[in-house]
């Protein structure tokens, strides 16, 4: 991806496409990221280790850059939720597919976010997305104070303000159809975790069933004894493998579609947060007209300036959402595509190998005495 | 086939043999019919055996009894149980089965060991070669008196049948019916007799009230392929196969309905097999165990049932599981077909609508595999369970055929004391009484020594026997389930193969 240089100092020195994180640490509570970026000019990588409070830092610098007029009608690349080392229910619930697998999937997540911030035209001039991939020095361990983050739990008091009417077709009925895509995602998401968790435990029974079957091994010179271990030791070789097979199928499960469904839940929140701060601004549009029409005179100067300068931040808002919704569509569409076509392949693959396994053991069986 | 020809001499002979000799026992039991009192778990087995000699083993017949359960007729009278019902109704079947001479009243003991030894041998070359099935569950009746009825087909070209292929219609109390029969005239001289299926009041009486859901189904589909695999292991069996009573079972179209319908189930007959081992360890049988074998046996067995019941125990976890996951992949599939409705996007659309389709395949592919989980594993490690306990009641047999041995032996030995002492005394009546009850006394330990001998035979031959089954039995099962993952794996390859140019044509 070409980056336009624009300003020197504001351009990001390393590639967006290829950020990677390729290890996480354990240490007590926290956890340590490492991720990697590779240089745009000559060769040469960047390696940081990072908390998710720097995460949370370098969100709150991207939400609150000042020169982006229209900053508002961002589709903000959706952050994974924080990971707890020794995760309550609640907590499972809220990072679903992200809390499993030793926390792999969750590597995965934030290197998506990373790569969309620092793809994104608007987003990766900003000089915390530099900071947060090249600096040695960790840039968020220290609170800062909060911007658009207060904004935004104010806003979620003013819900009534969701239903307010558009003044736009188009952007009514991408309203409209978010909120049916946001509940259906997410129904989706839930659904295949419940899947993949119950695939887990079939898992683990079969295990059990398998040392159970070890347990029936006897010793002993009596043929018929040694025909019945000799039984249980295969069948305990064929649990186990059932066993893989369904851990395979699970895993399979959360690394492709699993991960773009979570994603594509994320996303669509973070669309319906950037409308809902459009239809606000909607709303203080209408309400600054209204002011400037009734003020007295001695008034009415400042009002007609508040009301331009609400008509002009309306106006730059709608030109980057739709910007943004365009991106988005194609984006999506694109991310869900790959994440159905990798999980067919790699459950037919599983599934084949799994046949092949299967068989030979079907056929070990015949053949025993 | 020539078993017509040489099935029925034997058992004629045999009677004409034992009517006639001396070591009868004095009495034959007439009634078969016996009260509560006296039925503890060794006179059911022994019923027209040397009746009172045995209430050292009585226990409170309340207790053995409540835990009985009953499936059919809560307002039938009788809360007797009742091994054998009456006259074994072979004697007056509408269409005798003409290979067989039914036995006389009270001599259901007297097929003689030598008898089954020589149908034993006929079967040397083990042409077994029938197969029986079990089909068409039918509702008879309405409200609490009906039940189901089950067609019992019999695949034979056994020539002691009167045809190749024959239908019968029967009905769940029948079979215990015929347990009971199978145990009463077997059990007690060594033969493990399969036991029956389960009784259960909660399945039966969902079906009696007409709900026609799932899980009156399931149960109905559990009940009828356990039935099957009663039938297939008891014809199995080289003896039982032959006995009057199967035949009749297999073969009569009007089987006189068992009397006393509160038959035991397996599991009642397990908690009185328990009971009685329990009252035999009380009395602290401390049989002088000649034989290594027997012991060895008695300590595998034990081992045995419990390893089978923790792999019963894995199984019914896997089973559960599976069937969460169905229950899951249908509501996903749900799910998925409702974001494909919504999605604008064409092709995506069409995609997830696939994919919702594909879904919904994979979970009846995941109930496939739950019902062979469960009627392959779980009923094949339950049956075994089952079987065990049968076996250990022989084994049990064995001990108290010994302790009956013993028993006459020290009798004896103090009626000699007793003699000798009269040989002193002018009292030549009570002298001659003396020496007959001695004649008499030696008889019966004679007799006592035969039997252990001839159940400690049979119990060698069985237990043989049993085990070179259940290897086989666990082999069959393990290839029908290995076919049926490899069949899965096979429907998920076409699923998949299927789905992914869909996927592949998004954009």
Known sequence: MMEEVQDVTSALSVHGHNIKVTDVLKDGDTLTFVIVSQKVSGTGEYHVDRTYDDVEWLQQHLFSQEDVPGLHGVIFPPVPAKPQVNVTAKGMKQLGFLGLGEWQPYCKALETFLRQVASHDLLKKNKAVEIFLTSSDPPGRQRVKKNIFNWLSQAMDEMRKEGHKDVDEFFQAQRDQNLVMTGCTKNATERFLEVVLTEQKIAVACGHFSAALHLCVEAGEDPVKQAFSRICVKLSEVLESMKKNMMSVAENNVNTLGLGLDLESRYQEAEKEMLFRRTCKLVELETARRSAEKAKPVKKAAMEEVKKAAESEFDHISRVAKQEIAQFESERVQMLQQALVGWCEQQLLTAKESADQFDRYLQAFRGMA | ?507
């Open chain 2, 1 to 507: 086939m020539s078993d017509r020809a040489r099935d029925p001499p034997p058992e004629r002979t045999d009677f004409e043999e034992l009517e006639d000799a001396d070591d009868l026992f004095p009495e034959p039991a007439a009634t078969e019919e016996s009260g509560p009192a006296s039925l503890t778990a060794e006179d059911i087995s022994t019923n027209s055996n040397g009746p009172k000699q045995d209430s050292q083993f009585d226990e409170d017949p309340e207790d053995l009894f409540a835990e009985a359960t009953e499936e059919v007729s809560l307002d039938s009278p009788e809360r007797d149980v009742l091994l054998s019902d009456g006259p074994s109704p072979a004697i007056t079947p509408i269409t005798p089965p003409t290979s067989v001479i039914t036995p006389c009243l009270g001599h259901d003991d007297m097929f003689t060991h030598s008898s089954f030894d020589e149908i034993e041998e006929e079967e040397g070359g083990d042409l077994f070669d029938m197969h029986i099935a079990v089909s068409d569950p039918e509702k008879v009746g309405d409200g609490m008196n009906a039940y189901m009825a089950y067609k019992v087909t019999t695949k034979t070209p056994m020539s002691m049948f009167k045809r190749g292929e024959f239908s019968v219609k029967r009905r769940f109390s029948d079979f215990l019916g015929l347990h009971s029969k199978l145990a009463s005239k077997y059990l007690h001289i060594g033969y493990i007799v399969p036991p029956a299926p389960e009784k259960s009041i909660v399945g039966m009486t969902k079906v009696k009230v007409g709900k026609e859901d799932q899980s009156s189904n399931e149960f109905v589909e559990k009940r009828r392929s356990a039935l099957e695999r009663y039938l297939m292991r008891t014809v199995k069996h080289p003896v039982l196969r032959k006995d009057p009573d199967v035949m009749q079972f297999l073969e009569s179209s009007d089987l006189p309905r068992a009397v006393n319908t509160q038959a035991l189930s397996s599991a009642g007959l397990l908690r009185m097999v328990n009971k009685a081992a329990d009252a035999v360890n009380k009395m602290t049988i401390k049989m002088n165990e000649s034989d290594a074998w027997f012991e060895e046996k008695q300590q595998h067995f034990e081992n045995l049932d419990v390893q089978l019941r923790k792999l019963h125990a894995s199984v019914e976890s896997l089973v559960c599981h599976r069937k969460e996951l169905s229950v899951n992949t249908a509501q996903f599939a749900k799910s998925a077909a409702m974001l494909g409705n919504s999605e604008d996007h064409t092709a995506l659309s069409r995609a997830l609508s696939q994919l919702a389709e594909v879904e919904e395949k994979i979970d009846q592919l995941h109930q496939d595999q739950a019902n062979a989980d469960f009627y392959l594993f779980s009923e094949l490690l339950g049956d075994y369970v089952r079987l065990i306990t049968a076996v250990k009641g022989v084994f049990d047999h064995r001990m108290k055929t010994w302790q009956k041995w013993q028993d006459s032996q020290m009798l004896l030995q103090k009626k000699r004391e007793a003699e000798a002492k009269l040989q002193f005394t002018n009292k030549p009546d009570k002298l001659q009484q003396a020496k007959d009850e001695i004649k008499e006394l030696d008889a019966k330990v004679q007799q006592g020594e035969r039997d252990f001998e001839q159940i400690s035979k049979t119990i060698r031959k069985e237990v043989s026997r049993f085990e070179k089954e259940r290897v086989k039995d666990f082999k069959t099962i393990i290839i029908k389930y290995l076919e049926s993952l490899v069949q899965t794996q096979q429907q998920m390859i076409k699923y998949w193969e299927a789905f992914l140019p869909e996927a592949r044509a998004i954009s």
